[in-house]
Each structure stands twice: as C-alpha cells, then as structure tokens.
C-alpha cells in the first residue's frame, strides 16, 4: 500500500513498532530505580552530590529534545520518514553498559563523574530514538480512538520493559557489587538493541500502511518551534500536567529501594514491590482504553491521578501497614500508573492534530517538547526525594558498609515516599483540569 493511503494499523505492525517500548522500558526503569541506590550504597557518593548527578543529565535534555525534535521535523521534510535519527538511538546499549562499569578506583566524586558523564550520553542516544518514535502516532493518519489504540499497544509493550527491567535489574544486582551492576547492564543492554532494530522495521511498516503527515513544508527555527509548542495553550496545559506527574512516578521509582530495605528491612522486596506496581499495567492499560471511548481521556486522566494521590497517602503507615496490604496498595497504584501513561501520551497527538486543523503542522517540534517534559521529570523526581533524604540526614555508605541511619533520615525517607509524591501529583491535577480538548470534536 503506498504512502498517503489511509488505513487502520495492523495489529503485527503494532507489535513491532511497541517492541521499541521494550528498550525503552529498561532505560526509563534502571537508571530511575537503581542509579541513586547504586551511587549512595555501592560507589560512596553523597545524597547531594548522586542527585546532582541524576537531575544535571536531564537539564540538558530540555535543550536538547526540542532541538531534536526540530532536527527530526526537517528530516522528515526532505526524506519523507524520521528512521534516520532512530538509527543513532541503537548505540543507548553502549552508554547504558559504560554507565555502570565504573573504573575498580573510582569512588566518591570520581565515580559521580564517570557516571554522570555516562548518562549525560546515553540521554542524548535515547533522546534520539524516543522523539522519532513517539511522533510516529502524530505522523500517521488515523483518528482520535486509533491514536489511543496505538498507545495502548505501546503502553504495554512498555511496562512489559518497565516490568522486566525492573524485577529482573534489581534481581541481578541484590549482592550490591560492582560485578553485579556490569553483568546487569550488559544483558539488559543486548535486549534493548535487539528490540530497537525491530521497532524500526515497525515504524515503516505502520507509515507505509496509514499514510505520512509531512510537517510544514517551510523549516522552522528551534527558537520559533518552542514559542509556538508553548503557545498552544491545551498542549501547554498538557506538558506542565505531565511534569508534576512525570516528577512523582519517577520519585516513586527512585524510592522503592530505600522503603524496602529501612521500612520492611528486606531489600529483596524491591523486586516484589516493581511487579506489584508495573504487573497490573498489562490488565489495566485495555481497560483503560475501553474506559476512554466511555468517558473520554481527560477525565480518565484525572481518576489516575486521584487513585495515584490516594495510594501515596496510604502508604505512610509504613511497617505498620504489612507487607501484604502495601502490595495491594502497591498494585492500585500501577493500575494507575497505566493510566497516566496511557492518557497523557495519546492526547499529545490530539493537540498535534488540533494544531494541524488550525494550520500549523510540527509534531517533531512538539514531541520535542514533550519528551524534554517528561525527561526533566525523570530527573526532579530523584532529586527531589535525594534532597529530601540529605534534609533528613541520611549517610551514603560504600560497597560492604552498614550505617545505622539516624531518626529524621528513616522519617525523611518515609514521608518522601508518601506525602511529597501526593503534593505533587495534586499540583498536576490542577494544571489537568484546566485542559479542554474535547476528543469528539477530533474525530
């Protein structure tokens, strides 16, 4: 079928585009889960200074990811497709597997260094898969409800990633040891290489059957991409609601591992605590979608949010809850999670193509954006709760060191875990609810 025919994907041809996910999922989870676990526990670098190393990475991701997603607006323009920024997206193996193969020497600053210089790498190399790839449901042309639909297949297609990376990393890497953290990089590394050549396939495949939306034919500035992306008053409403929430899923992830080990004092509940939160995705994200032709996306958003406020509110019994009951607690929250997922990502096509029947065409500009919104979020989160821990008090330790943390650091750890992710996900319901898209006026 040629290019500019309009069709419903294929439901192969979504398999193999949401294998992307897969690789993706890994990079999203690992560093998230276990970069500031693995800087403060194994390599002996301060709360202060491991955060640092987490946010700086992300601040120049917000420079970078709308230049790219005008680099990758102007390729589609000559070329007809954006594979080939992708194609520099495969070499994230090599940064994710240099990333955690720290020098036998290196502790304290030198180890922050190494690894930030790392992720600052592997940052850009995702950021050049992740913005062709998500402007792939922006580029093609279908409608409202088939732009949840491929979504869906990519939002679970995710958490499979999501959940593999983080019950199988955290799993590999239980002893603390250097050794460990290399073995896991390399084999989480291998897979996500092998699901980035299949995704690439898929997103042909999908452009070839539904039709291409070629951007402008006239190339923007960076400058002048920004200022229209922010000038989209819904599409901005959209980005500053997902920073909050992006800022609190990845708080929670940076989290787990601390709550597991100094509130149940069993480290190996991390990976219990990943399935429990990512599992549920599977079953939900369907749901989700059947729940989105009934009521719409915005207001399935906002219930996802709310569950996800009055999950984090729950789990400041701590201990007292028990293990079971915070594994239920756990499982309403990735059910939400879904959601969150699920909803947000698939209006960003609607505000694209909201913005295309207004006359103006940039969906690399705004996935641009968009993806620098949640990659600054992937940062804040663990920032946030690492500044929380160092207000508390709570000591860095090396490899093979026990140190009995201090009253205020387990209270810091805690209502980090809790409150603050609650705060921050109310905030991004204020910013939602301000967001007025309706979907039956796009279809």
């Not at 050049?128 to 402007?135: H, K």
């Not at 409202?144 to 995710?158: A, D, G, I, S």
Request: glycine share 12%; aromatic share 10%; charged share 15%.
């Amino acid at each position: 079928m040629s290019v500019g025919t309009e069709a419903a994907p294929r439901t192969g041809d979504l398999v193999k585009y949401s294998t992307g996910s897969l690789g993706m999922g890994v990079w999203v989870t690992v560093p998230g889960l276990l970069l500031l676990y693995f800087l403060t526990h194994t390599l002996g670098v301060s709360p202060f200074l491991a955060g640092l190393v987490l946010l700086l990475p992300k601040i120049i991701d917000a420079v970078v990811h709308p230049l790219l997603g005008t680099l990758s607006d102007r390729q589609a323009r000559r070329s007809g497709n954006r594979r080939g920024m992708l194609r520099w997206g495969l070499l994230l193996a090599v940064a994710m597997t240099a990333m955690f193969t720290v020098p036998a020497g290196f502790s304290g600053t030198a180890a922050a260094l190494w690894v930030g210089a790392w992720y600052i790498a592997g940052n850009l190399l995702f950021a050049c898969f992740q913005v062709p790839y998500l402007t792939t449901p922006s580029d093609l042309k279908i409608g409202y409800h088939e732009r949840t639909r491929v979504f869906m297949f990519r939002m679970l297609f995710l958490t499979l990633g999501l959940l593999g990376a983080g019950v199988v990393a955290p799993a590999m890497v239980s002893a603390g040891g250097r050794g460990d953290y290399v073995k896991m990089a390399l084999v989480l590394s291998a897979g996500m290489a092998v699901t980035g050549f299949v995704a690439l396939k898929g997103v042909r495949d999908l452009t070839t059957r539904c039709g291409f939306r070629a951007p402008d034919a006239r190339d923007h500035s960076f400058l002048d991409d920004i200022k229209v992306a922010w000038r989209d008053r819904e599409f901005r409403t959209l980005v500053l609601s997902y920073l909050f929430t992006g800022t609190t899923t990845h708080l929670f992830l940076a989290a787990v591992p601390f709550y597991t080990e100094y509130v149940f004092e069993n480290s190996g509940l991390t990976a219990a605590f990943m399935g429990a939160f990512l599992g549920p995705a599977l079953i939900a994200g369907p749901v989700w979608q059947r729940i989105s032709r009934r009521i719409g996306k915005q207001r399935g958003l906002l219930i996802s949010q709310g569950i996800f406020i009055a999950g984090s509110l729950a789990l400041l019994a701590g201990e007292r809850l028990g293990v079971a009951a915070t594994v239920v607690v756990i499982v309403a929250l990735g059910s939400a999670f879904a959601g969150l997922q699920l909803f947000a990502f698939s209006m960003v096509p609607d505000a694209v193509a909201a913005a295309e029947a207004q006359g103006s065409s940039r969906a690399g500009a705004y996935t641009g954006v968009w993806t620098a919104t949640e990659a600054t979020g992937t940062a804040i989160g663990p920032y946030v709760y690492s500044a929380v821990l160092a207000f508390g008090g709570f000591v860095s330790t090396t490899d093979g060191q026990d140190v009995a943390q201090a009253d205020s650091a387990l209270t810091a750890l805690v209502f980090g875990f809790t409150l603050v992710p609650a705060v921050l996900m109310a905030v991004a319901i204020l910013f939602q609810r301000r967001y007025s898209l309706d979907g039956s006026a796009l279809r």
